[in-house]
């Protein structure tokens, strides 16, 4: 009987709690020996792993609740407050005017609804463009981990103080500037978290065990490291919505049981700084920093993140699919983010839904967006069917919402997204659509990235995403200020079915072809700089590339 089969054996007579330990947290230090000289980076760990989902935890736990529910509640409360008529902008809104009410935005007049979508708008644009001149950071030397703490820590810091909006009514102005610059730090953030998937899925053992027993072109390599991209991103996605789960319980019983003024809500802000950075701390200590690339000579970190997306987007040809893919989730990132927010903001004008009537809507959510990921798991790793299928699937289904919210423009209608109880069954299907679209999504990206591109091509990935999210939200206003916020329905069920039917002519195994042949190009191209030493830079900043470069490939670094 060989070593490992006396291992396996010990393993089986050992008692069950043992062996689930050994399942949750031990590596087969075995396996871990005799796999990794065949990669050039450290495998993936299980603490790793649990550092991963920890931080997703408090993270996602905190964006699916806070930044989803209690910011536009606080804003939107804060702008209600402040509002004046809209005939005599000196007077202050009574509460129950009906009179239109406004508030002031920049130079412009806006209700109060109109004021919290476009504070989204302004926090969006201004994300786009810190987010892409930062995410490049991380593909080079071991800065990733640091900067992803230094901006949860940020986002952290500035979600703490929104509270000071609601204790002076002259300051509720502060509020909105707070969350613009959260938004810009929860982006780079995000970028961060999300380049995780394909590297943590690339090095993982079972990956490595098909990449050395069946070639890297082989179907079996290709299949594990797609299980493992889909357990990463989905678990990611089940941990962060039981994370927004535990928070908005708590939030909830905080609510109940003192006030729901936009002061208690300021208070649910510090509890939500406290609760993210309990689990960033846990990713700190069980997380592993891997070595990227240095960054080449003469490099002017600034402005290399630009530089460098600047590059990736003029070599768009040779990279058509994930391009095609990401015109394809501009709309479907805009459709989910618009589709939300109009949600809450007319169940709360319209419906006069209460407080606590939209957080048990979210707890709704919540619970069927980790059972809606549970299914679609089971059904890509059980029954074959691909990432892209799912995505494809649950925007066509996602689509029916508006068009049954549509049915409310009829006067005689009684459903159509008009009474309270309506709202509850909605946020039912909304979390069983909305969890699984941004999971399958998350992992059909991973698949088109070329090697050492995932912060920086994460960044556009994003940026399609929120580029769309002030889009939509803008849109929506616009049809607010003309027409009504049910008729931004009608909008809104474009941005479903056109992505389903754009994704339908999605080829992958093109995609994924066109991200290795980049790789290998580029690969080519720095070795040619390397030998010819062009770029000005000194010699030991060369040596060190070239280094790296040999690590890579497996070869002595003498």
């Avoid at 644009?125 to 071991?142: E, P, Q, Y």
């Avoid at 460098?308 to 015109?327: D, G, N, P």
């Avoid at 995505?391 to 996602?398: G, I, K, T, Y």
């Avoid at 994704?503 to 093109?510: H, Q, R, V």
């Amino acid at each position: 009987m060989t070593s490992a089969e006396e291992s396996a054996t010990s393993r089986k007579r050992a008692p069950w709690t043992q062996r689930v330990k050994a399942k949750l947290f031990e590596d087969d230090e075995e396996e871990m020996e005799r796999l990794q000289p065949h990669i050039s980076q450290r495998l993936t760990r299980k603490s790793e792993i649990w550092g991963y989902l920890l931080f997703g935890f408090g993270y996602f736990g905190w964006a699916n609740s806070t930044s989803s529910i209690f910011q536009p509640l606080l804003i939107q409360g804060l702008a209600l407050g402040a509002s004046k008529l809209s005939s005599d902008h000196s007077i202050p809104c009574p509460k129950d005017s009906t009179e239109k009410c406004v508030v002031p935005f920049g130079w412009i007049w806006v209700d109060p609804t109109s004021y919290a979508l476009l504070i989204n708008v302004v926090g969006v644009v201004c994300s786009i463009f810190v987010s892409l001149g930062t995410s490049a950071w991380a593909d080079h030397g071991r800065h990733a981990k640091k900067l992803m703490l230094l901006f949860c820590f940020l986002l952290a810091s500035l979600t703490c103080f929104m509270f000071v909006g609601a204790l002076r009514a002259d300051l509720w102005w502060i509020s909105g500037l707070l969350m613009v610059l959260g938004l810009v730090a929860n982006a780079c953030c995000m970028v961060y978290f999300e380049a995780h998937i394909p590297i943590l899925a690339r090095h993982h053992p079972k990956t490595v065990r098909a990449l050395v027993e069946y070639g890297e072109t082989s179907r079996e390599y290709l299949l594990a490291k797609t299980e493992m991209a889909v357990f990463f991103s989905g678990h990611a996605s089940q941990v962060g919505y039981l994370g927004g789960f535990v928070l908005t319980l708590i939030a909830a019983v905080i609510l109940l049981t003192v006030s729901a003024s936009v002061l208690t809500l300021g208070y649910c802000m510090v509890l939500a700084t406290g609760f993210v950075l309990v689990f960033a701390v846990a990713y700190w200590r069980l997380s592993y920093q891997r070595e990227f690339p240095p960054f080449p000579p003469g490099t002017i970190v600034p402005l290399f993140g630009y530089q460098r997306i600047v590059k990736t987007i003029r070599q768009a040809r040779t990279l058509k699919t994930m391009f095609f893919y990401l015109a394809c989730w501009f709309f479907l990132g805009d459709g989910l983010s618009a589709a939300t927010s109009m949600a809450i903001l007319i169940a709360q004008s319209q419906l006069n839904a209460s407080n606590d009537s939209l957080i048990i809507a979210a707890l709704i959510q919540y619970v069927t967006a980790g059972a809606g990921i549970t299914f679609w798991i089971y059904v890509q790793n059980n029954r074959g069917v691909k990432p892209k299928t799912v995505v494809v699937a649950n925007a066509f289904l996602f689509g029916l919402i508006p068009l049954y919210c549509l049915l409310g423009l009829i006067e005689s209608s009684p459903i159509g997204l008009k009474s309270v109880t309506e709202l509850y069954v909605l946020a039912l299907f909304f979390g069983f659509f909305i969890g699984a679209i941004y999971s399958s999504n998350r992992v059909v990206f991973s698949q088109l990235i070329p090697l050492g591109h995932e912060n920086e091509l994460y960044a556009l990935f994003e940026m399609a995403s929120t580029t769309s999210s002030w889009m939509g939200p803008l849109i929506c206003a616009a049809i607010i200020e003309r027409a009504s916020a049910r008729h931004t329905w009608i909008f809104l069920a474009t941005q479903f079915f056109i992505p389903g039917i754009m994704l339908c002519f999605l080829n992958m195994e093109k995609g994924i072809q066109e991200a290795r042949d980049f790789y290998d190009r580029e690969h080519q191209g720095e070795n040619a700089a390397l030998e010819k030493n062009g770029d000005g830079g000194s010699m030991e900043q060369v040596d060190s590339v070239k280094d790296f470069v040999m690590k890579a490939e497996g070869k002595e670094v003498v």
